[in-house]
Antibody, heavy 118, light 107 residues
Framework: QVQLVQSGAEVKKPGASVKVSCKAS????????ISWVRQAPGQGLEWMGW????????NYAQKLQGRVTMTTDTSTSTAYMELRSLRSDDTAVYYC???????????WGQGTLVTVSS | DIQMTQSPSSLSASVGDRVTITCRAS??????LGWYQQKPGKAPKRLIY???SLQSGVPSRFSGSGSGTEFTLTISSLQPEDFATYYC?????????FGQGTRLEIK
């Protein structure tokens, strides 16, 4: 069965960077993309960006351009999301989700809480 | 960006009730819409894709309808496990955008 397993919770200081991983199993990793979605405490869902696991092409949310980088390692079927220059309003649960044009967001990781606090 | 306006933002209902949640898109999105259920501390779970197709394993009391700009999620007979927050998501054009959510609470 399809599984996306994310790395554990992180606590970071303002201005630092965080890198969250998402390890996929149960399907051919390079046949789909991965989107990242975040959810601030008590708030709704916000799409952050997408990466093709086939060729590494990316598409980032405009508000995060310049601060976010998404990558993949096909040898380990793992996707990564790095967010830099962290601010307090980046405190959120970060989710990865398998994503393709024909089959958007059917499977999600369990979420990774990132807390930004001085 | 396409704006998804979801209503109501919260809803109180009883077990056995029929409930309907609506999402309106700021422009036509064909049927490129999904509905998701999220319980506290858990990841969203897809219920409906392509506006009206039931995700495998999801109970048949859930149904979706609509096309273009108006979409609905209906739960025909609420069960205790259905009390959660529901989101719509459009993926017709980038960026994908979510509705603001509907919190379904026990009356």
């Amino acid at each position: 069965q399809v599984q996306l397993v994310q790395s554990g919770a992180e606590v970071k200081k303002p201005g630092a960077s965080v890198k969250v991983s998402c390890k996929a199993s149960g399907y051919t990793f390079t046949s789909y993309g991965i989107s990242w979605v975040r959810q601030a405490p008590g708030q709704g869902l916000e799409w952050m960006g997408w990466i093709s696991a086939y060729n590494g092409n990316t598409n980032y949310a405009q508000k995060l351009q310049g601060r976010v980088t998404m990558t993949t390692d096909t040898s380990t079927s793992t996707a990564y999301m790095e967010l830099r220059s962290l601010r307090s309003d980046d405190t959120a649960v970060y989710y990865c989700a398998r994503d393709s044009y024909l089959e958007p967001f059917p499977y999600w990781g369990q979420g990774t809480l990132v807390t930004v606090s001085s | 960006d396409i704006q998804m306006t979801q209503s109501p933002s919260s809803l109180s209902a009883s077990v056995g009730d029929r409930v309907t949640i609506t999402c309106r898109a700021s422009q036509g999105i064909r049927n490129d819409l999904g509905w998701y259920q999220q319980k506290p501390g858990k990841a969203p779970k897809r219920l409906i894709y392509a506006a009206s197709s039931l995700q495998s394993g999801v109970p048949s009391r859930f149904s979706g309808s609509g096309s273009g700009t108006e979409f609905t999620l209906t739960i025909s007979s609420l069960q205790p496990e259905d009390f959660a927050t529901y989101y719509c998501l459009q993926h017709n054009s980038y960026p994908p955008t979510f509705g603001q959510g509907t919190r379904l609470e026990i009356k």
